[in-house]
Nanobody
Framework: QVQLQESGPGLVSPSQTLSLTCSVS??????????WSWIRQPPGKGLEWMAA???????YYDPSFKSRASISRDTSRNQFSLQLSSVTPDDTAAYYC?????????????????WGQGTQVTVSS
């Protein structure tokens, strides 16, 4: 079975960099032809797709996050990570990692076949 598990800080100070890691088990982050995404959901709002990294290491960003976000992977640890710089209280959200069986760069939940449980991140004012 495929399992994804997010880890990261529960609280981040404004202007700091948020670092999140998704640990993957049951499959490899290099397996053809999957794409691995970070998606977030602010309180009371819908899902926001942020970034993805493909099985081949290709990276993709939503324009609203491109200037601040960096997605990477560690194939030896079977993990992928997200760094979001210069955070503000507007970055407070539940952050999820998810897998898509193809190049879907969207927030639509039905495009993903595996999700982490999510991790809550609060940016203090």
């Amino acid at each position: 079975q495929v399992q994804l598990q997010e880890s990261g800080p529960g609280l981040v100070s404004p202007s700091q960099t948020l670092s999140l890691t998704c640990s993957v088990s049951g499959t490899s982050v290099t397996t053809n032809y999957y794409f691995w995404s970070w998606i977030r959901q602010p309180p009371g709002k819908g899902l926001e797709w942020m970034a993805a990294i493909g099985y081949d290491g290709s990276t993709y960003y939503d324009p609203s996050f491109k200037s601040r976000a960096s997605i990477s992977r560690d194939t030896s640890r079977n993990q992928f990570s997200l760094q979001l710089s210069s955070v503000t209280p507007d970055d407070t959200a539940a952050y999820y990692c998810a897998r898509a069986p193809g190049e879907w760069l969207v927030a639509a939940a039905d495009r993903y076949d595996a999700w982490g449980q999510g991790t809550q991140v609060t940016v203090s004012s």
